[in-house]
């Protein structure tokens, strides 16, 4: 039997985030997929993309605009509408503009979450909006919802990362989608080097540095536990202001490797999770090194993180909260196996029999649309 051509849709490939690391699972769960994407700078997301095939729209020439894609904010819905996408199954990455793309042939839509800049204005911009992006969002926002709920009824099948995103989909577009978790794709095996400038026995956060991720409020708590450490690693329109205000036992570094990734997470003590996000890989990648992850209640967390076994929760993101959770965490006697052994229902080869299951079945219903 012939094999369908698969493509793979993702909003735009400018980070490395876990929405890009889902895009890396689904490259090895269909090697030969051509990826299309808005934007696409090979520099600053995964090395792994420089082996594909990736198509952009011709926003990509605008250099400018591959570090800072909200500058076209006005441009994207446009731009989306005419990438065009021709093959047997698409399977689309969104939390955005991909589910806009001129798909032709099948569909499956795994959303990460409603565009948060239009259904979750405030979590968006922070504390501290920009004032060209709030009155931009202010200007298009009704005319971008109309797209964007049109864009997102036309497709055939949908998967959702989590059960707080299914209940959003559900409210924002009446779809009930099933969960499915995505994976954990950071190896424990592989090189390890050094980054940042503690010695091991540090706290870490992992976050793309954005208003509503609180990382702030990590750095204002560790400015209040001077015998702890906090090593961030991120970067993102707040990291300036974060290195304006951070004290001396909190340090930030951007850009790393795997290999880095992988030496911050086997050494540290535990991860700092302070943001209610969508979903949230990453308790799940410093679990497969035995770690636990002190989350905030709320969003995925809720999904990847077992109270009391793989990490604990604090219920508000404020410094004081966050401050009371290391010290719990420091009088608890984690076991690093049982840790590891809750990851393991997040693999890889979970996620991909799924996805690759979801399209052998598009293949064999007739369409009707």
């Not at 001396?248 to 943001?275: E, G």
């Amino acid at each position: 039997m012939t094999r369908p051509r698969v493509a793979i849709a993702h909003d735009y490939l400018t980070q490395r985030g876990g929405a890009e690391r889902v895009v890396v699972a689904l490259l090895r769960a269909f090697p030969e997929a051509e990826v299309h994407t808005l934007l696409y700078d090979a520099d600053a997301t995964f090395p792994e993309f420089r082996q594909a095939r990736v198509v952009t729209s011709p926003l990509n020439r605008i250099g400018a605009l591959r570090g800072h894609h909200r500058m076209a904010l006005p441009l994207l819905a446009p731009a989306a509408s005419r990438m065009r996408v021709d093959a047997d199954v698409t399977v689309i990455s969104t939390s955005g503009w991909a589910h806009g793309f001129d798909v032709r042939g099948r569909s499956i839509v795994y959303c990460h979450n409603p565009a948060r800049w239009l259904y979750q204005g405030a979590d968006y911009l922070g504390e501290h909006p920009r004032a060209a992006v709030a009155l931009a969002l202010k200007a298009l926002s009704p005319a971008l919802r109309r797209w964007d709920r049109q864009a997102m009824a036309r497709h055939d099948t949908y998967l959702v990362n989590s059960t707080v995103v299914r209940g959003r989909v559900r409210s924002t577009y009446g779809i009930d989608a099933p969960v499915l978790f995505p994976p954990s794709v950071v190896s424990v095996e592989g090189d390890q080097v050094p980054v940042g400038p503690f010695a091991p026995g540090f706290h870490l956060v992992v976050s793309r540095l954005l208003p509503y991720k609180n990382v702030d409020h990590a750095v204002e708590a560790f400015a209040a536990l001077p015998d702890e450490r906090l090593l961030v690693i991120g970067h993102g329109p707040e990291e300036e202001r974060l290195r304006a205000r951070m004290p001396a036992n909190v340090a930030i570094v951007s850009n790393v490797t795997d290999s880095q990734l992988r030496w911050a997470y086997r050494h540290c003590v535990a991860l700092l999770a302070p943001a209610i996000e969508d979903f949230g890989l990453t308790p799940l990648e410093v679990g497969a090194f035995g770690k636990p992850t002190l989350a905030l209640r709320g969003g995925g967390y809720l999904d990847s993180v077992e109270d009391g076994v793989s990490g604990l929760f604090f219920d508000s993101a404020g410094a004081a909260d966050i401050a009371e959770a290391v010290g719990r965490s420091r009088a608890t006697d984690w076991d690093a196996g049982a840790i590891v052994r809750h990851g393991e229902g997040f693999g890889e080869a979970r996620f991909a029999s799924t996805i690759t299951a979801a399209v052998d079945r598009l293949m064999h219903v007739p369409a009707d649309r």
